[in-house]
T-cell receptor, first 119, second 110 residues
Framework: GAVVSQHPSRVICKSGTSVKIECRSL??????MFWYRQFPKKSLMLMAT?????????EQGVEKDKFLINHASLTLSTLTVTSAHPEDSSFYIC???????????????FGPGTRLTVT | GENVEQHPSTLSVQEGDSAVIKCTYS??????FPWYKQELGKRPQLIID?????GEKKDQRIAVTLNKTAKHFSLHITETQPEDSAVYFC?????????FGTGTRLTIIP
Protein backbone atom coordinates (compact mmCIF):
# COMPACT_ATOMS: atom_id res chain seq x y z
CA GLY A 1 0.00 0.00 0.00
CA ALA A 2 0.86 3.73 -0.16
CA VAL A 3 2.25 3.66 -3.68
CA VAL A 4 3.11 6.87 -5.50
CA SER A 5 4.04 6.88 -9.16
CA GLN A 6 5.65 9.54 -11.33
CA HIS A 7 5.70 9.91 -15.06
CA PRO A 8 7.90 10.23 -16.96
CA SER A 9 10.91 8.76 -15.20
CA ARG A 10 13.29 10.52 -17.55
CA VAL A 11 12.78 13.36 -19.99
CA ILE A 12 15.07 15.32 -22.24
CA CYS A 13 13.78 18.56 -23.68
CA LYS A 14 15.14 21.51 -25.58
CA SER A 15 15.70 24.88 -24.02
CA GLY A 16 12.59 27.05 -24.18
CA THR A 17 10.07 24.22 -24.21
CA SER A 18 7.74 23.14 -21.39
CA VAL A 19 7.66 19.80 -19.64
CA LYS A 20 4.87 18.28 -17.54
CA ILE A 21 5.54 15.75 -14.79
CA GLU A 22 2.71 13.74 -13.27
CA CYS A 23 2.51 12.42 -9.73
CA ARG A 24 -0.16 9.90 -8.82
CA SER A 25 -1.17 8.22 -5.59
CA LEU A 26 -2.24 4.76 -6.70
CA UNK A 27 -3.97 3.29 -3.67
CA UNK A 28 -4.90 6.21 -1.46
CA UNK A 29 -6.26 9.71 -1.70
CA UNK A 30 -3.60 12.35 -1.34
CA UNK A 31 -4.99 15.43 0.32
CA UNK A 32 -1.57 17.04 0.15
CA MET A 33 1.26 16.56 -2.33
CA PHE A 34 4.74 17.99 -2.23
CA TRP A 35 7.25 18.68 -4.98
CA TYR A 36 10.97 18.50 -4.31
CA ARG A 37 14.04 19.18 -6.36
CA GLN A 38 17.33 17.41 -5.86
CA PHE A 39 20.63 18.35 -7.47
CA PRO A 40 23.39 15.74 -7.79
CA LYS A 41 24.86 14.78 -4.42
CA LYS A 42 22.61 17.28 -2.67
CA SER A 43 19.62 17.11 -0.40
CA LEU A 44 15.95 17.35 -1.28
CA MET A 45 14.69 20.92 -1.40
CA LEU A 46 10.98 21.53 -1.07
CA MET A 47 9.63 23.56 -3.97
CA ALA A 48 5.93 23.73 -3.18
CA THR A 49 3.04 22.20 -1.30
CA UNK A 50 -0.23 21.57 -3.04
CA UNK A 51 -3.59 20.78 -1.53
CA UNK A 52 -6.33 19.31 -3.65
CA UNK A 53 -8.56 21.98 -5.14
CA UNK A 54 -6.53 24.96 -4.01
CA UNK A 55 -3.51 26.91 -5.17
CA UNK A 56 -0.08 25.62 -4.38
CA UNK A 57 2.08 27.23 -1.72
CA UNK A 58 5.56 27.88 -3.03
CA GLU A 59 8.74 28.03 -1.00
CA GLN A 60 10.76 31.21 -0.97
CA GLY A 61 12.83 31.60 -4.10
CA VAL A 62 10.74 29.25 -6.26
CA GLU A 63 9.21 31.00 -9.28
CA LYS A 64 5.47 30.37 -9.41
CA ASP A 65 5.20 31.23 -13.09
CA LYS A 66 8.01 28.90 -14.01
CA PHE A 67 6.97 25.89 -11.99
CA LEU A 68 3.23 25.49 -12.42
CA ILE A 69 1.58 23.07 -10.03
CA ASN A 70 -1.91 21.69 -10.38
CA HIS A 71 -3.60 19.35 -7.90
CA ALA A 72 -6.98 18.89 -9.52
CA SER A 73 -7.90 15.57 -7.95
CA LEU A 74 -7.13 13.57 -4.82
CA THR A 75 -4.87 11.23 -6.78
CA LEU A 76 -3.06 13.47 -9.25
CA SER A 77 -0.74 16.45 -9.08
CA THR A 78 1.24 17.85 -11.99
CA LEU A 79 4.35 20.00 -12.17
CA THR A 80 4.95 21.89 -15.38
CA VAL A 81 8.38 23.41 -15.95
CA THR A 82 7.75 26.26 -18.37
CA SER A 83 10.34 27.71 -20.74
CA ALA A 84 12.90 25.26 -19.47
CA HIS A 85 16.59 26.17 -19.37
CA PRO A 86 19.65 24.01 -18.75
CA GLU A 87 19.81 25.19 -15.12
CA ASP A 88 16.39 23.55 -14.58
CA SER A 89 17.99 20.18 -15.18
CA SER A 90 17.52 18.23 -11.97
CA PHE A 91 15.85 15.27 -10.27
CA TYR A 92 12.25 16.16 -9.39
CA ILE A 93 10.52 14.07 -6.74
CA CYS A 94 6.95 14.26 -5.54
CA UNK A 95 5.49 12.94 -2.32
CA UNK A 96 1.98 12.49 -1.05
CA UNK A 97 0.39 12.57 2.35
CA UNK A 98 -2.87 11.00 3.38
CA UNK A 99 -4.54 12.97 6.14
CA UNK A 100 -7.90 11.34 5.73
CA UNK A 101 -6.90 7.71 5.93
CA UNK A 102 -5.41 5.61 8.66
CA UNK A 103 -1.80 5.95 7.59
CA UNK A 104 -1.23 8.85 9.94
CA UNK A 105 -0.85 12.55 9.32
CA UNK A 106 2.92 12.77 9.24
CA UNK A 107 4.37 10.27 6.82
CA UNK A 108 5.03 11.25 3.23
CA UNK A 109 5.16 8.65 0.47
CA PHE A 110 7.64 9.43 -2.28
CA GLY A 111 7.41 8.92 -6.00
CA PRO A 112 10.35 7.40 -7.90
CA GLY A 113 11.46 10.77 -9.27
CA THR A 114 11.82 12.29 -12.72
CA ARG A 115 15.21 13.07 -14.20
CA LEU A 116 14.87 16.22 -16.32
CA THR A 117 17.64 17.18 -18.71
CA VAL A 118 17.34 20.43 -20.64
CA THR A 119 19.65 20.75 -23.63
CA GLY B 1 11.50 28.17 9.22
CA GLU B 2 13.01 24.88 10.24
CA ASN B 3 16.72 24.28 9.78
CA VAL B 4 18.18 20.78 10.00
CA GLU B 5 21.89 20.11 10.23
CA GLN B 6 23.35 16.66 9.70
CA HIS B 7 26.78 15.20 10.23
CA PRO B 8 29.00 13.63 9.24
CA SER B 9 28.66 14.19 5.50
CA THR B 10 30.58 10.98 4.79
CA LEU B 11 31.09 7.94 6.97
CA SER B 12 33.02 4.75 6.30
CA VAL B 13 32.74 1.82 8.67
CA GLN B 14 33.98 -1.73 8.62
CA GLU B 15 31.36 -4.35 7.93
CA GLY B 16 29.88 -5.53 11.22
CA ASP B 17 30.66 -2.30 13.06
CA SER B 18 28.10 0.32 14.07
CA ALA B 19 27.34 3.60 12.33
CA VAL B 20 25.91 6.71 13.96
CA ILE B 21 24.54 9.76 12.16
CA LYS B 22 23.47 12.85 14.05
CA CYS B 23 21.06 15.68 13.29
CA THR B 24 20.00 18.86 15.01
CA TYR B 25 16.92 20.93 14.33
CA SER B 26 15.92 24.48 15.14
CA UNK B 27 12.13 24.56 15.42
CA UNK B 28 10.97 23.39 18.84
CA UNK B 29 7.49 22.85 17.37
CA UNK B 30 8.71 20.04 15.10
CA UNK B 31 7.13 16.78 16.16
CA UNK B 32 8.03 14.12 13.59
CA PHE B 33 11.54 12.98 12.67
CA PRO B 34 11.95 10.44 9.87
CA TRP B 35 15.12 8.93 8.46
CA TYR B 36 15.45 8.06 4.81
CA LYS B 37 17.83 5.89 2.84
CA GLN B 38 18.42 6.88 -0.77
CA GLU B 39 20.28 4.91 -3.37
CA LEU B 40 21.59 6.58 -6.50
CA GLY B 41 18.77 7.72 -8.77
CA LYS B 42 16.08 6.25 -6.55
CA ARG B 43 13.40 7.62 -4.29
CA PRO B 44 14.05 8.21 -0.58
CA GLN B 45 12.98 5.18 1.40
CA LEU B 46 11.70 5.60 4.94
CA ILE B 47 13.71 3.36 7.25
CA ILE B 48 12.56 4.54 10.66
CA ASP B 49 10.80 7.49 12.23
CA UNK B 50 10.14 8.85 15.67
CA UNK B 51 7.57 11.22 17.09
CA UNK B 52 8.19 13.86 19.68
CA UNK B 53 6.49 11.98 22.50
CA UNK B 54 8.99 9.13 22.28
CA GLY B 55 12.68 9.16 23.19
CA GLU B 56 13.86 6.05 21.41
CA LYS B 57 12.65 3.59 18.82
CA LYS B 58 14.26 0.43 17.51
CA ASP B 59 13.62 -1.79 14.52
CA GLN B 60 16.00 -4.73 14.28
CA ARG B 61 19.45 -3.28 13.47
CA ILE B 62 18.23 0.30 13.26
CA ALA B 63 17.45 2.64 16.14
CA VAL B 64 16.68 6.32 16.48
CA THR B 65 17.02 8.46 19.60
CA LEU B 66 15.48 11.87 20.16
CA ASN B 67 16.45 14.52 22.68
CA LYS B 68 13.79 17.22 22.50
CA THR B 69 15.48 19.45 25.03
CA ALA B 70 18.68 19.59 23.04
CA LYS B 71 16.83 19.40 19.72
CA HIS B 72 18.87 16.60 18.30
CA PHE B 73 18.20 13.10 17.08
CA SER B 74 20.44 10.29 15.93
CA LEU B 75 20.35 7.20 13.75
CA HIS B 76 22.17 4.09 14.90
CA ILE B 77 22.84 1.15 12.61
CA THR B 78 24.38 -1.91 14.23
CA GLU B 79 26.03 -4.93 12.60
CA THR B 80 26.40 -3.02 9.36
CA GLN B 81 26.23 -4.90 6.07
CA PRO B 82 27.37 -3.95 2.53
CA GLU B 83 23.76 -3.30 1.52
CA ASP B 84 23.61 -0.53 4.12
CA SER B 85 25.84 1.56 1.84
CA ALA B 86 23.73 4.52 0.63
CA VAL B 87 23.01 8.15 1.38
CA TYR B 88 20.99 8.73 4.53
CA PHE B 89 18.87 11.81 5.19
CA CYS B 90 17.30 12.94 8.40
CA UNK B 91 14.28 15.23 8.32
CA UNK B 92 12.07 17.17 10.67
CA UNK B 93 8.47 18.19 10.28
CA UNK B 94 7.45 21.65 11.29
CA UNK B 95 4.20 23.13 10.05
CA UNK B 96 3.42 20.00 8.04
CA UNK B 97 6.49 20.33 5.82
CA UNK B 98 9.55 18.12 5.83
CA UNK B 99 12.91 19.82 6.05
CA PHE B 100 15.77 17.54 5.12
CA GLY B 101 19.28 17.40 6.44
CA THR B 102 22.20 17.61 4.05
CA GLY B 103 22.74 13.87 3.89
CA THR B 104 25.38 11.35 4.96
CA ARG B 105 27.07 9.07 2.47
CA LEU B 106 27.62 5.81 4.34
CA THR B 107 30.09 3.32 2.93
CA ILE B 108 30.43 -0.14 4.44
CA ILE B 109 33.87 -1.61 3.90
CA PRO B 110 33.77 -5.39 3.40
Amino acid sequence: GAVVSQHPSRVICKSGTSVKIECRSLDFQATTMFWYRQFPKKSLMLMATSNEGSKATYEQGVEKDKFLINHASLTLSTLTVTSAHPEDSSFYICSARDLLGNRGPYEQYFGPGTRLTVT
Amino acid sequence: GENVEQHPSTLSVQEGDSAVIKCTYSDSASNYFPWYKQELGKRPQLIIDIRSNVGEKKDQRIAVTLNKTAKHFSLHITETQPEDSAVYFCAATGGGKLTFGTGTRLTIIP
